[in-house]
C-alpha cells in the first residue's frame, strides 16, 4: 500500500490534543499550532502508525494477500475436508460477474472475488469451504454437499451471499 497523502492542520484553539483521521486517501492530522516541528514530525509518524494497525485489525490476514488466502484453504481443508483438498493456487481476482469463486479441480486452482474482501471472515471460509470441495467432487452433486454441509455456517452464509447479491443487483450465484 502506498503511503497516504498527509495535510497538517494547526490550531490555536487546540492546547493538547493531536487527533487524525482519513478524508479520502488523504491522513489528516490535527496538532495544537505551539508544536515544533520536529514535534509534528513525530506526531504525524506515531499517528500513522495507529492507523495503519487500526486498519490492519479490521481487515482479517486472509484477506490481505494469495499467500495468506492459501494458508486459510489448509486450515479449512484440515478442519473441515480432512485435509484432502490441496489447491495449488488460490488468488483474489477482479470482481467476477457472475460468480463468488471459481475452481478449476484439473489444475487445483481457485480464484475468489474481490467482492468477497469486505464480507464476514466466516462468509468468505463458506465459499473457501465450497470451493476446496470441488477439487474432490466437481460436481454439486449430494456427496460434494454433504463435505460442504461439514462447514457449521453454510446455511447462514449462503443465505448472506444471496442477500448481498440482492441488495447490490449482482445476480450473483454460488458457482
Known sequence: M??????????????????????????VVLIPARLSKAEEAHW????QRKLLRGEAKRRPPAK???????????ELSDRHLNGRAEPA?????APMRTRWASCTP??????????????PTWVLDYVLVHELAHLLVPS?????WDLVR??????????????LSAAAGWGMTED
Not at 484439473?106 to 464480507?119: A, C, N, P, Y
Not at 454439486?140 to 460434494?144: E, G, I, K, T, Y
Open 64 to 74: 490481505t494477500s494469495d499467500a495468506t488466502l492459501l494458508r486459510r484453504c489448509q
Open 106 to 119: 484439473t489444475d487445483g486452482s481457485i480464484r475468489v472475488s474481490e467482492h468477497l474482501r469486505e464480507v
Open 2 to 27: 502506498a503511503e497516504p497523502r498527509v495535510e497538517v492542520r494547526r490550531s490555536k484553539r487546540r492546547t493538547r490534543t493531536v487527533t487524525a483521521y482519513r478524508e479520502g486517501d488523504t491522513l
Open 140 to 144: 454439486h452433486n449430494a456427496r460434494f
Open 89 to 93: 493456487s488460490v488468488r483474489w481476482v
Open 150 to 163: 461439514d462447514y457449521p455456517r453454510t446455511d447462514r452464509a449462503i443465505g448472506y451471499l444471496e442477500g
Open 44 to 47: 504525524v509518524a506515531e499517528m
